[in-house]
């Protein structure tokens, strides 16, 4: 008779010997031709939710086509372990953020092998473990020698009732209110680290060498934003020395400037005010300061602003132009200031037309017959009331500005990038300590390679106040220069997370390797990662930030390549049974662990192979997946009964049999 089949035993089975005999241990230098597979890392929330399943379930499929295609295929797991949630678990369950994540992890893993797959767990990565963050800090230290990581004031949420800075987290409401006193938040600017992505921003616009989805491409072009224009400076009236830059992409466009913005941030601000203007340049200021950068530059938004009392001075024509404050321009992006060209910017026209500002035509479209224009005219024309450049094309007119401005020494042509410098500055306790301190005689002082890793104080308390616990811990904070052995301080900001995931690929070649972020030998043979699977969510983020410290290693000599993925796709969403997103409050969450102990796990990856299109996503089904146990359950019968009609068990296969299975 056929033994009935039974996933939860039967799998069991085959999922310990597995284990016991290390069959999807990758080895090192296999003379079969390797395949790093490779997909995204999950956060230790605790459960592994059917999202994950979707993620991980098709991709093992893959990685297990590629062994049986003779590939000596590596396929790692590991945990991205540092967040903010570990850290608000400890406020509210009074647990050490370290406790909560090791015992999530232990959850994870074993759900995770339940799984089935082909995790080589030989090769397995916390990077809450000091083992793993001290390559951060390291890491760190030689962006630090290379002038890459630098210490530069930029905003943050404050509570000016605590008296401290928030987690986006914290900031509640529209109101933008403390979640603890309800307090308004403001901006505030404070000295923070940064690592100069911005210098790799013509490297990153660059995809020849890799296989990546077209949306991802395009959603990194745009997020770095390239554009060509021109600098220069406008001088204040009455100011001897005194100026701002701006930058341009329509320099054709220079001689219709009639105003010009200042960001509220900015330091000229509070100088060049006039007394009569003070109170409303305060007000606007404080105002500003309450909204998040998304919010400043909002399109749906209505642009205001606040004339502080100044001019500045057309460079071209000696003119002088009203200086505005408006929140639409901000300090962290460009110069923090702009020209106001209201003929020829939709926004600028806006503005001219709600402060009964000036709007003269210097790009005449074709026909124009002199009349005020309605809207902002974006196109090209004739120059017109440009002086000397009067009849030129605005193609012409954009270069012979441009050769003016340098001529003259006004200006000069230059590519602006929308990207930012990565800051990765966190004022908060999980995450990777920066190895930097501060002595009131040396300065800024870089933590020695030999006392790394700076570790993490196992005994910080943590308190709802909003503050790093490591800023009230005496002991970690105060410290003795190893420059000169006087008293200094700890840098108390910790790593922003995506340190972490940034390189996790390359620890995975070696991850027990102590004296190296990995040993270069297996490197040379893994490297660099052939197959990446995730989210497009990370396309701007992740994606981004793991081709830049590919690119930085490269120049410190680590790698030989400028890419850490050759080839990248992204899986679609599976959704609730009524077809929204899966979330607790729709009641549409599906538990996959209900369906790996009644079904087995076998059940639900060939359900979700079967969903639809892997990039494309779709709704469960709970009839669907009925499906797919019956269709097992006849594999069952017909192997099974095949099996008993020859009279027992297979004969034992060859050792180059076994290497095949």
């Given at each position: 008779?056929?033994?009935?089949?039974?996933?939860?035993?039967?799998?069991?089975?085959?999922?310990?010997?597995?284990?016991?005999?290390?069959?999807?241990?990758?080895?090192?230098?296999?003379?079969?031709?390797?395949?790093?597979?490779?997909?995204?890392?999950?956060?230790?929330?605790?459960?592994?939710?059917?999202?994950?399943?979707?993620?991980?379930?098709?991709?093992?499929?893959?990685?297990?086509?590629?062994?049986?295609?003779?590939?000596?295929v590596?396929?790692?797991i590991?945990?991205?372990?540092?967040?903010?949630?570990?850290?608000?678990?400890?406020?509210?369950?009074?647990?050490?953020?370290?406790?909560?994540t090791m015992?999530?992890?232990?959850?994870?893993?074993?759900?995770?092998?339940?799984?089935?797959?082909?995790?080589?767990?030989?090769r397995?990565v916390?990077t809450?473990?000091?083992?793993?963050?001290?390559?951060?800090?390291?890491?760190?230290?030689?962006m630090?020698?290379?002038?890459?990581?630098?210490r530069?004031?930029?905003?943050?949420?404050w509570?000016?009732?605590?008296?401290?800075t928030?987690?986006r987290?914290?900031?509640?409401?529209?109101?933008?209110?403390?979640?603890?006193?309800?307090?308004?938040?403001?901006?505030?600017?404070?000295?923070q680290?940064?690592?100069?992505?911005?210098?790799?921003?013509?490297?990153?616009?660059?995809?020849?060498?890799?296989e990546?989805?077209e949306?991802?491409?395009?959603?990194q072009?745009?997020?770095?934003?390239?554009?060509?224009?021109?600098?220069?400076?406008?001088?204040?009236?009455?100011?001897?020395g005194?100026?701002?830059?701006?930058?341009?992409?329509?320099?054709?466009?220079?001689?219709?400037?009639?105003?010009?913005v200042?960001a509220p941030e900015?330091?000229?601000?509070d100088?060049?005010?006039?007394p009569?203007r003070?109170?409303?340049?305060?007000?606007?200021?404080?105002?500003?300061?309450?909204?998040?950068?998304?919010?400043?530059?909002?399109?749906?938004?209505?642009?205001?602003?606040?004339?502080?009392?100044?001019?500045?001075?057309?460079?071209?024509?000696?003119?002088?132009?009203?200086?505005?404050?408006?929140?639409?321009?901000?300090?962290?992006?460009?110069?923090?200031?702009?020209q106001?060209?209201p003929?020829h910017d939709?926004?600028?026209?806006?503005?001219?037309?709600?402060?009964?500002l000036?709007?003269p035509?210097?790009?005449?479209?074709?026909?124009?017959?002199?009349?005020?224009?309605?809207?902002?005219?974006?196109?090209?024309?004739?120059?017109v009331?440009?002086?000397p450049?009067?009849?030129?094309?605005?193609?012409?007119?954009w270069?012979?500005?441009?050769?003016?401005?340098?001529?003259?020494?006004?200006?000069?042509?230059?590519?602006n990038?929308?990207?930012?410098?990565?800051?990765?500055?966190?004022?908060?306790?999980?995450?990777?300590?920066?190895?930097?301190?501060?002595c009131?005689?040396?300065?800024?002082?870089?933590?020695?390679e030999?006392?790394?890793?700076?570790?993490?104080?196992?005994?910080?308390?943590?308190?709802?106040?909003?503050?790093?616990?490591?800023?009230?811990?005496?002991?970690?904070r105060?410290v003795a220069?190893?420059?000169c052995?006087?008293?200094?301080?700890?840098?108390?900001?910790?790593?922003?997370?995506?340190?972490?995931?940034?390189?996790y690929?390359?620890?995975?070649?070696?991850?027990?390797?102590?004296?190296?972020?990995?040993?270069?030998a297996?490197?040379?043979y893994w490297l660099?990662?052939?197959?990446?699977?995730?989210?497009?969510?990370?396309?701007?983020m992740?994606?981004?930030?793991?081709?830049?410290?590919?690119k930085?290693?490269?120049?410190l000599?680590?790698?030989?390549?400028?890419?850490?993925?050759?080839r990248?796709?992204?899986?679609?969403?599976?959704?609730?049974?009524?077809?929204?997103k899966?979330?607790?409050?729709?009641?549409?969450?599906?538990?996959?662990d209900?369906?790996?102990?009644?079904?087995?796990?076998?059940?639900?990856?060939?359900?979700?192979?079967?969903?639809?299109?892997?990039?494309?996503?779709?709704?469960?089904n709970s009839?669907?997946?009925?499906?797919?146990?019956r269709?097992l359950?006849?594999?069952?019968?017909v192997?099974?009964?095949r099996?008993a009609?020859?009279?027992?068990?297979?004969?034992?296969?060859?050792?180059?049999?076994?290497?095949?299975?």
């Amino acid at each position: 008779m056929v033994q009935r089949y039974d996933p939860v035993s039967i799998e069991a089975k085959w999922q310990a010997r597995w284990e016991a005999d290390g069959l999807h241990h990758a080895r090192d230098f296999d003379p079969a031709p390797k395949w790093y597979f490779l997909t995204m890392y999950p956060y230790p929330s605790g459960d592994l939710h059917i999202g994950h399943w979707y993620a991980m379930a098709p991709s093992d499929a893959a990685a297990r086509f590629k062994r049986m295609q003779g590939y000596n295929v590596m396929f790692p797991i590991g945990f991205d372990a540092f967040g903010l949630p570990a850290e608000n678990a400890a406020i509210q369950h009074k647990i050490h953020p370290y406790r909560w994540t090791m015992d999530n992890i232990a959850r994870m893993r074993a759900q995770l092998r339940s799984m089935g797959a082909m995790w080589d767990w030989q090769r397995e990565v916390v990077t809450c473990d000091p083992d793993y963050y001290r390559w951060n800090q390291w890491f760190f230290l030689k962006m630090y020698e290379k002038g890459l990581a630098y210490r530069a004031l930029a905003p943050v949420d404050w509570c000016p009732k605590d008296n401290t800075t928030l987690a986006r987290e914290q900031v509640v409401g529209e109101e933008r209110v403390c979640e603890r006193c309800g307090t308004p938040v403001i901006k505030k600017n404070l000295e923070q680290w940064f690592l100069r992505i911005t210098a790799y921003a013509d490297e990153l616009l660059d995809f020849s060498s890799v296989e990546w989805p077209e949306r991802v491409r395009v959603l990194q072009e745009n997020w770095i934003g390239k554009s060509v224009g021109v600098e220069f400076e406008l001088k204040i009236a009455g100011y001897a020395g005194v100026g701002f830059r701006v930058f341009t992409t329509r320099p054709d466009t220079v001689y219709g400037m009639t105003f010009a913005v200042l960001a509220p941030e900015h330091p000229l601000v509070d100088r060049l005010a006039t007394p009569d203007r003070k109170a409303q340049v305060e007000a606007y200021k404080f105002k500003a300061a309450r909204e998040s950068d998304i919010e400043r530059m909002s399109t749906e938004k209505e642009r205001d602003g606040v004339f502080i009392g100044a001019y500045a001075l057309n460079p071209m024509n000696q003119e002088k132009v009203p200086i505005f404050i408006a929140d639409y321009v901000l300090l962290t992006y460009g110069t923090g200031a702009i020209q106001g060209v209201p003929a020829h910017d939709a926004r600028d026209f806006d503005f001219a037309k709600k402060y009964r500002l000036p709007i003269p035509v210097v790009i005449a479209p074709p026909s124009w017959d002199g009349a005020p224009p309605r809207e902002a005219y974006l196109g090209e024309g004739t120059m017109v009331n440009s002086g000397p450049f009067d009849g030129m094309s605005s193609a012409m007119g954009w270069h012979a500005i441009a050769d003016s401005m340098e001529q003259h020494r006004l200006g000069e042509r230059k590519a602006n990038y929308r990207l930012h410098d990565w800051l990765i500055s966190r004022q908060r306790y999980w995450g990777t300590p920066i190895p930097i301190l501060y002595c009131p005689h040396c300065g800024t002082v870089p933590v020695p390679e030999t006392d790394l890793p700076v570790r993490l104080p196992m005994d910080a308390e943590f308190l709802p106040t909003g503050e790093s616990p490591l800023k009230q811990h005496e002991g970690f904070r105060k410290v003795a220069c190893p420059n000169c052995g006087g008293e200094a301080e700890r840098e108390t900001d910790t790593m922003d997370t995506f340190i972490d995931s940034s390189w996790y690929q390359y620890r995975y070649v070696s991850p027990h390797e102590p004296d190296r972020p990995f040993d270069p030998a297996p490197g040379a043979y893994w490297l660099p990662v052939d197959q990446y699977t995730g989210g497009v969510e990370h396309a701007v983020m992740h994606l981004l930030y793991t081709r830049f410290w590919t690119k930085v290693m490269r120049d410190l000599g680590l790698v030989t390549f400028g890419e850490p993925m050759t080839r990248l796709f992204n899986q679609g969403v599976i959704l609730g049974e009524d077809g929204e997103k899966m979330s607790k409050s729709r009641g549409n969450v599906v538990n996959p662990d209900d369906y790996v102990t009644t079904m087995g796990a076998d059940v639900v990856r060939a359900y979700l192979m079967f969903i639809g299109p892997w990039d494309g996503g779709g709704p469960w089904n709970s009839r669907g997946i009925e499906g797919a146990q019956r269709f097992l359950q006849r594999v069952w019968m017909v192997v099974a009964g095949r099996a008993a009609s020859k009279g027992g068990a297979s004969p034992a296969p060859s050792p180059n049999g076994t290497r095949d299975l």
